[in-house]
């Protein structure tokens, strides 16, 4: 029971970080993020029951680093395995939403 409560609430203090640092469209605030940096965000948000986030994160995650299809990754993910995208993927179908990504 304790190990719950533990886990609880360092996920508490992780939503109250992350809310101080991004505005409510879920882009950052002051810096200048890579795809790397959100991939996560809307599994994140849908684990935490926080769908609000996770459709913000996938809004910005579309705007910011696909086009035509294709997610925009560092040079240096560019011959790795999909792990930025499988992470995209996830958090999408949780949502109930098709995608589908190809790398550039």
């Given at each position: 029971m304790r190990q719950s409560l533990n886990y609880a609430e360092a996920l508490?203090?992780?939503?109250?970080?992350?809310?101080?640092?991004?505005?409510?469209?879920?882009?950052p605030k002051g810096f200048q993020p890579s795809c790397n940096s959100h991939m996560a965000l809307p599994l994140y948000g849908h684990a935490t029951g926080n769908s609000e986030l996770?459709?913000?994160?996938?809004?910005?995650?579309?705007g910011k680093f696909v086009c035509n299809g294709a997610l925009i990754q560092p040079a240096s993910r560019r011959n790795m395995m999909p792990y930025a995208p499988s992470w995209i993927v996830m958090g999408a179908a949780l949502g109930?939403?098709?995608?589908?990504?190809?790398?550039?």
């Open positions: 508490s203090r992780f939503g109250r970080w992350l809310a101080m640092l991004l505005n409510s469209d879920a882009s996770a459709a913000a994160a996938l809004s910005f995650i579309e109930g939403i098709r995608v589908k990504l190809t790398l550039s």
